[in-house]
Each structure stands twice: as structure tokens, then as C-alpha cells.
């Protein structure tokens, strides 16, 4: 298998040299083709070299690294690290479109981990769809984006808006939509609460979280919830209080 051509994008000359020594030491199967030190200079270096992968800075001096992917034109046909100091809402669009990432400083064990992913994905020849997707999310309001559904052979992306549900059954995780279709994710409940969290849902109970969109009422006795697909979802007392009062507020 050749190496995978990369591209190191930060407007720290120390991060990028840290990060170089990283891969040399740790991913003899990337090759690191250049560098560049602004989002402009980046586009201009993509265009020439169409590398497999990049190793994306968000927050850089001129342009965030998500408004440099927006400005670039052509298909997207390589793979994408995003690099950050900054555990953010930014980062939450790239989960929800399964598109890896590493927080400064660097752990050596995460590196290998995204970059073994990265050489799995990697096709020259095909789009990335998850990149595709996360542009997309980004002109979007939080209840049109998308999500990556990951299945055993192939990703699907779902909007936000159709989803119901989600139940917890070990490390899988059950989706329900509203077009009366679901999936079994090999996922576990928290991932999803930490993409969801800005998009109108809820914990309500260890193993569900719900869609505020898709309540049909609330039960009387505040034990459970019906939701529009007429399942019922329990409320544990943990999280009673602050359920209620969300819904009180109008499910907001």
C-alpha cells in the first residue's frame, strides 16, 4: 500500500514541526508533503499537490480551518484531522459527521488511532461524503443538520429533525426516525448525547434520549413521556427536575 500524502495546516510554525516529529516517529505510512501557515496558503498548496489527507488547525489567524474547507472548490476526495486546543460547538459538527479530530497537545496513542482510521477511509479516487456532509452543516440551522449514521458497511447521514429517539442497549445504540425506520449503531448513548446536546435533546434517563420536538405529552403521573411515535419513554428521578422544567419552558 503507498503512503498517504499529507498536508500539515496551522499558523503555529511550533505545532506543525511538533506535529511532524509525531508522525515520523509514530505513522511511518504518512508522508508529510508540506506545510502551510494560513488557510489561503493551504488552499493554494491543496490545488497543487491534491493530497489524502489533511491535518487541519480550527483556529487560525485569517481563516477558521471550517471557512477554508467551505472556500475550497472541486471535490473533496481526501480525509481530514482537525487539530485544536479547543474542545468547542465546532467540534460537535465534526463528530455528528464521524470526521476525526486531536486536542492539543498531542497524545501519541490518539494520533495512531486517527491516523489508522484516516488510511482505511482513504480513496483518491471517491468524494468524502463525510466532509461533503460537515460543509453542508455548516450554512445549516442546528435542526436541519445532519448526522453520520456509521453501519457496518456504510454511512448514511440523517437529519436531526427526523430523529425521535435514541435507546441505549450496551454499547449498541437504537435510533428511532419518524419515517417508522431505525438503526442499530455500534455506538454508545453518550457519543450521541455529546453530538445532540445543541440540537433540542435530552437525557432523560441512562439508557434514552429524546427528540423535545417529537413529544406528544407528557403523562401525568411525570413517569414517562409519549413521544410521537407513541413509544414510551421512562423519566428516571435523576433526571425528573430537569425535564419538567424544560418542557415548563416549552421545550426550548
Known amino acids: ?54 491535518f487541519l488547525d480550527i483556529e487560525m489567524g485569517d481563516i477558521s480551518g471550517f471557512d477554508m474547507l467551505k472556500l475550497l472548490t472541486g471535490k473533496k476526495n481526501f480525509q481530514v484531522i482537525f487539530v485544536t486546543a479547543f474542545d468547542q460547538y465546532r467540534l460537535q459538527i465534526a463528530k455528528a459527521c464521524a470526521i476525526d479530530y486531536l486536542l492539543k497537545p498531542i497524545n501519541t496513542l490518539e494520533l495512531s488511532n486517527v491516523v489508522k482510521k484516516a488510511t482505511v477511509q482513504n480513496n483518491p479516487k471517491r468524494e468524502n461524503k463525510r466532509l ?39 454499547n449498541y445504540t437504537h435510533i428511532y426516525l419518524d419515517t417508522n425506520k431505525q438503526y442499530q449503531v455500534y455506538k454508545t448513548l453518550k457519543e450521541y448525547q455529546d453530538m445532540l446536546e445543541n440540537h433540542n435533546f435530552i437525557r432523560t434517563h441512562q439508557s434514552h434520549i429524546i427528540n423535545f420536538n417529537k413529544i406528544n405529552y407528557l403523562k401525568s403521573n411525570n413517569e414517562y413521556i409519549v413521544m410521537d411515535d407513541n413509544s414510551r419513554v421512562p423519566i428516571s428521578r435523576q433526571k425528573k427536575d430537569e425535564v419538567l422544567l424544560k418542557i415548563r419552558n416549552g421545550k426550548s
Not at 437529519?159 to 429517539?165: A, D, G, P, T, W
Open 1 to 54: 500500500m503507498e503512503n498517504i500524502k499529507a498536508i500539515l495546516i496551522d499558523d503555529e510554525s511550533k505545532s506543525r514541526s511538533n506535529l511532524r516529529q509525531l508522525l515520523l516517529e509514530n505513522c511511518r505510512n504518512i508522508d508529510v508533503v508540506a506545510e502551510a501557515g494560513s488557510a489561503i496558503e493551504a488552499i493554494r498548496i491543496i490545488g497543487e499537490l491534491s493530497p489524502d489527507l489533511l
Open 132 to 170: 461533503k456532509e460537515l460543509i453542508s452543516n455548516l450554512d445549516k440551522p442546528n435542526d436541519e443538520q445532519n448526522i453520520a449514521i456509521i453501519l457496518f458497511d456504510e454511512i448514511e447521514f440523517v437529519s436531526v429533525s427526523k430523529i425521535i429517539r435514541l435507546e441505549a442497549d450496551v
